[in-house]
């Protein structure tokens, strides 16, 4: 069975851009959630969604947003970017909500210049 | 709102050593859970604590919790190379995970 996949693995974006970064969890599971890793730092929680609906929420600015597909993939959006928003964004799906167990992907690079 | 503490931060110990990683934190949670990151890695899951006085052993690795004294610990019986790694323990808070700042092990020979 495949595990999470991310999508890109790296990507390089300028200051003021658009940036969507693409997840796919386990075959069956149907909560995705986001997390933004600083260099040094633990995982900062930005969303969770399960069926669709958002269901938790991180302290983060409304530049970011996501989305949850009918086949249970996701989709993260950051606009308007800022040096800050350089990290490893990982995504993790579980089986529900709650965070029974999460399985993490492998993470997107994003380095804003 | 939620805060979790690990300590050590960082920690050197030798091979075959005994040594215990804490983890606290603030609010009443149900669910504590320990990852591992090897650098430029992911996390993987290693525990899942579900109820005050949960232990679960794997390999040379023991976690524990206390929900009264919201506390977990993570022990680490005869280390080996291996397990160098940075360790985090993370807390779910109502649909919001709160991850510690993470111990970065490292185990010499």
């Known amino acids: 069975d495949a595990g999470v996949t991310q999508s890109p693995t790296h990507l390089i974006k300028t200051r003021g851009q658009q940036v969507t970064l693409r997840c796919s969890p386990i075959s069956g599971h149907k909560s995705v959630s986001w997390y933004q890793q600083v260099l040094g730092q633990g995982p900062q929680f930005i969303f969770q969604y399960y069926e669709k609906e958002e269901r938790g929420r991180g302290n983060f600015p409304d530049r970011f947003s996501a989305r949850q597909f009918p086949n249970y993939s996701s989709e993260l959006n950051v606009n308007a970017l800022l040096l800050g928003d350089s990290a490893l964004y990982l995504c993790?799906?579980?089986?529900?909500?709650?965070?029974?167990?999460?399985?993490f992907g492998q993470g997107t690079r994003l380095t804003v210049v | 709102e939620l805060k979790v503490e690990q300590n050590p931060l960082f920690l050197s110990m030798q091979e075959g050593k005994n040594y215990t990683i804490y983890c606290n934190y603030s609010t009443t949670s149900d669910r504590l859970y320990w990852y591992r990151q090897d650098p430029g890695k992911s996390l993987e899951s290693l525990f899942v604590?579900?109820?005050?006085?949960a232990v679960k052993q794997e390999g040379r690795l023991m976690a524990s919790l206390d929900t009264k004294a919201r506390l977990s610990t993570l022990h680490i019986t005869a280390a080996v190379h291996d397990l160098s790694a940075t360790y985090f323990c993370?807390?779910?808070?109502?649909?919001?995970?709160?991850f510690g700042a993470g111990t970065r092990l490292t185990v010499k020979p």
């Open positions: 993790a799906s579980s089986w529900e909500t709650g965070f029974p167990e999460a399985f």
């Open positions: 993370a807390v779910d808070n109502n649909n919001d995970m709160r």
């Open positions: 604590l579900l109820s005050n006085g």
